[in-house]
């Protein structure tokens, strides 16, 4: 087993980080400029980001390389950059964590669908290859596919990444509430299908990220682990679902809020807790807090 596995065999709950789209763009980064970009032209910002998490108590931070596929990278014309940005991408948040804090290199999806004959899956796969081993060879030890609603680009991505890195592998889909009271992707993905996708291509960690707060995040939760009770599970949980405030959204949750629930979401069986849109590093140093004292 990786890094990854082994320590959250020895800690059992680890505390990954918060939002990192929302601090770009409180550090200047315009709404149409590629945020992985700014691995090599502003790599102290992202540094900063980067060393924000760990100080606040986080065993695990991200990568700024969520958009780091050769597709999301093409309209700006970085295609030809992939494994020098994701490279980057890692090498700063390796700094900022030392040997203190694992590092988990994050590929999001990529916007292309193979079933719509949009791109071949060899293709597919050769992009996240290469994503990954930029990852790699800047140091990650670990790769998180997140935010995911299509179980085969998911696939794809999971068994590109363990051809390419040989690390441990997590990967967490993005689910809503149906009216029925369902937890599905916006492509019908439901729980079940999802882990049994995953577990096939060799992910090693497994979960859910976005879409969610913490309340919903429970609910998931505990509906994976009524199909496996040994998978190691990953949650990255929204600031409470959003709202539509003064012309822009907002993740209403305080730190003060959304910290307390993250007592039941380890007794559902999360094994790594941490935040996604709308969180700071003071909603991940009360969550850390809280998490030591279980």
């Known amino acids: ?17 918060g939002a990192w789209g929302t601090f770009l763009h409180q550090k200047g980064l315009a709404v149409q400029e590629c945020p992985e970009s700014w691995n090599l032209s502003r790599p102290d910002d992202v540094y900063d980001i980067a060393l924000s998490y760990v100080e606040a108590g986080a065993d695990i931070i991200l990568t700024n390389s969520f958009g780091g596929s050769p597709w999301k990278l093409e309209p700006f014309g970085l295609r030809d ?17 030392g040997d203190r804090v694992l590092v988990l290199g ?7 669908m193979v079933m719509m004959g949009e791109i071949s899956e060899e293709e597919l796969l ?32 999971i068994v590109a990444a363990k051809e390419a890195t040989g690390l441990d592998v ?20 439901g729980v079940k299908e999802y882990l049994e996708m995953a577990l096939a291509a060799g992910a090693d960690i497994i979960g ?14 505990k509906e994976i682990r009524a199909l496996d009770s040994e998978i190691p599970v990953l949650v990255h949980a929204n600031a409470g679902l959003p709202k539509y405030q003064d012309g822009k959204t907002v993740f209403p949750e305080s730190p003060a809020e959304m910290a307390p629930q993250i007592k039941e979401l380890v007794a559902a069986g999360a094994n790594m807790v941490g935040g996604c849109c709308g969180t ?9 807090r809280l998490v030591r004292s279980l």
């Open 280 to 288: 700071t590093p003071e909603h991940i140093r009360q969550m850390a």
């Open 126 to 157: 050769e992009g996240f290859r290469e994503q990954a081993r930029g990852l790699k060879d800047g140091g990650v030890d670990g790769i998180v596919v997140e935010t995911m609603s299509d179980p085969e680009e998911a696939r794809m991505a």
């Open 106 to 112: 994050s590929m999001g999806p990529t916007g292309k």
């Open 208 to 221: 859910a990220n976005c879409g969610n707060g913490t309340a919903g995040m429970i609910e998931i939760v």
């Open 1 to 17: 087993m990786g890094k990854i596995i082994d320590a959250i065999r020895e800690k059992k709950v680890l505390v990954s980080d």
């Open 81 to 97: 950059q992939v494994y020098a940005l994701n490279k980057a991408a890692a090498e700063i948040s390796r700094r900022a964590a």
């Open 170 to 189: 997590a990967c967490t889909f993005t689910f809503s509430k149906t009216q029925t009271g369902e937890f599905r992707t916006m492509m019908g993905t």
